[in-house]
């Protein structure tokens, strides 16, 4: 498992491309035992490859690529991999508001979710992963929950 040299995770210092993580022992955005939000720090990142990749495009647009079954976790933390995300599944994100919630200055709807656009094909590729303390998840730049 891992996520290609480019993908951007959540640390303290900021999003960080993955590839930017080796030998640093970054603190990374995780959800903690308590349910709560905190940091932990990414440890033994090492890179493996030329593996399948996949790129899990979302509905704000942004994307993510990981190995084919690197986990990602469907709202209400049901992992699953890569691979097997769908068009519309939500997925557990960093954020949560109740329903009906709109802030004040909202020029639209507040989304609740992130949903998965689309599964496609990434080629091959190197992947970076290591070792979340821990919690053994980490939040992307783009908001969502995965395995380390």
């Known amino acids: 498992m891992g996520?290609?040299?480019d993908c951007m995770i959540e640390t303290a210092e900021g999003a960080v491309a993955m590839s930017e993580t080796p030998g640093k022992g970054f603190?990374?955005?995780t959800r903690l035992p308590s349910g709560r939000l905190g940091f932990r720090q990414l440890l033994k990142v090492m890179?493996?490859?030329?593996v399948a990749l996949v790129r899990i495009v979302l509905d704000s647009g942004q994307s993510a690529v990981a190995t084919r079954d690197h986990v990602f976790y469907r709202a209400g933390m049901e992992a699953v991999a890569a691979s097997e995300l769908r068009a519309g599944d939500a997925l557990e994100t960093a954020f949560h508001y109740p329903p009906g919630y709109a802030p004040p200055d909202a020029a639209r709807p507040v989304a609740l979710a992130l949903s998965?656009?689309?599964v496609e094909p990434?080629?091959?590729?190197?992947v970076w992963g290591g070792t979340v303390r821990e919690t053994h998840t980490l939040?992307?730049?783009a908001g969502v929950l995965c395995a380390e």
Not at 47 to 50: D, E, F, K, L, V
Request: no cysteine; proline share 5%.
């Open 27 to 29: 603190a990374v955005l």
């Open 139 to 141: 939040f992307l730049a």
């Open 122 to 126: 990434a080629g091959e590729g190197q």
């Open 116 to 118: 998965v656009r689309a």
């Open 3 to 5: 996520f290609a040299g």
């Open 47 to 50: 890179t493996s490859g030329p």
